[in-house]
């Protein structure tokens, strides 16, 4: 990949919003608990593997009519139990054990070549079958709870809510590398300013200038990722060129930084052109929970190949100078069909 010069001209038409970064407040995360409905299997089970388990009801020795869930003691790190030793992720069945009672999950187990990585023994094909009974009776908060996801799942459903949680980190956008940085979205803005050196500009228009020398001899490039803050949002301008089929081919194309339904709010447009033509494109900004490649693959976007942009670059077509004008505006919801009309006025 390769980054490239860019000349940027952004002016602002006054429709932005004032940027209000609201600071996330966490709450102590609740303790998991154990379902009611199945006490006396998960009794028996918790005391398999040392796990005590208490009621609401002082003096109780089992579940009371009218009494809370069921919960296990924070002492007797219930976290730990269903931790992996080796990978220190959450372990799901089959749990596995050596003859000394350690524990590890599946995954680990052909890494670690049938060892046990506390003790040494051979591992052998012994299930913890206990402890799985215990992993079924719990429910437990979403890991993203301190950023504001309030579900309780089942033990053995939270992992497929996490993979999909609408509060989950994003990944960095930054598309002239592989940047592994998660974050929010204010934290993700402060990272590409900082670290990666974006440009940032405030405004729902722009008028942005690409060039390359000898655009011939490349067929891969990624030119510097520009940030635009409007509607109190932010936005991502991507501009690449490769190969579509045997076709050497500019894109570009914007990403909204946030997720997909608060995306579809959003319309864009982009324009290039010279010496009396013309391509546009309208379309809606794509989330960054979709990769910049994945957006790119799609051809979603305003894609222009080598020898019309060195047409619309103009002079003697051996330079790339391709200005790329665009327009930012929000959708309005129409309360009585419930479609989105452009809102050009705001």
């Not at 350690?102 to 079958?129: A, M, Y």
């Not at 570009?252 to 324009?271: K, P, Q, T, V």
Request: charged share 20%.
């Amino acid at each position: 990949m390769e980054l490239d010069s860019i000349e940027c001209v952004s002016y602002s038409d006054g429709m932005e919003d004032d940027d209000d970064t609201a600071a996330v407040t966490s709450s102590q995360l609740p303790r998991p608990f154990l379902k009611s409905s199945s006490t006396a299997g998960t009794a028996a089970a918790a005391a398999a593997v040392n796990v005590v388990v208490v009621s609401d009801r002082a003096g109780a020795a089992g579940p009371v009519a009218g009494a809370g869930p069921l919960v296990i003691s924070p002492a007797t790190g219930v976290h730990e139990l269903l931790e992996c030793p080796v990978c220190t992720n959450s372990m799901y069945p089959p749990i596995h054990q050596c003859q000394n009672g350690h524990t590890l999950c599946s995954t680990c187990k052909t890494r670690v070549h049938n060892r046990c990585p506390t003790c040494r023994q051979e591992l052998g094909d012994i299930r913890c079958l206990a402890l799985e009974k215990v992993a079924e009776s719990l429910e437990l908060p979403c890991k993203y709870y301190s950023l504001g996801c309030p579900e309780v799942f089942p033990y053995y459903s939270k992992l497929k809510h996490e993979s999909q949680c609408n509060f989950r980190p994003y990944n960095c956008p930054y598309a002239g590398s592989e940047c592994s940085v998660v974050g929010d979205i204010p934290f993700l803005v402060a990272h590409l300013r900082d670290d990666h050196k974006v440009d940032m500009h405030s405004g729902c228009t722009f008028n942005h200038r690409y060039v390359k020398s000898n655009p011939r001899e490349v067929e891969n490039a990624t030119w510097m990722l520009t940030v635009f803050h409007c509607f109190g949002q932010y936005f991502c301008l991507h501009f690449e060129a490769f190969q579509l089929g045997m076709a050497p081919v500019y894109m570009a194309f914007l990403r909204f930084m946030g997720d997909e339904n608060d995306a579809r709010n959003y319309s864009y447009s982009l324009e290039v052109g010279a010496n009396g033509r013309k391509m546009i494109w309208e379309g809606t900004p794509r989330g960054i929970r979709d990769s910049h490649r994945k957006v790119r693959d799609s051809h979603d976007g305003l894609i222009i190949q080598r020898n019309m942009a060195l047409f619309f670059s103009g002079g003697d077509r051996k330079e790339l100078k391709l200005r790329v004008t665009g327009r930012i505006w929000k959708e309005q919801q129409n309360p009585d069909t419930g479609a989105c009309i452009p809102n050009l006025f705001s």
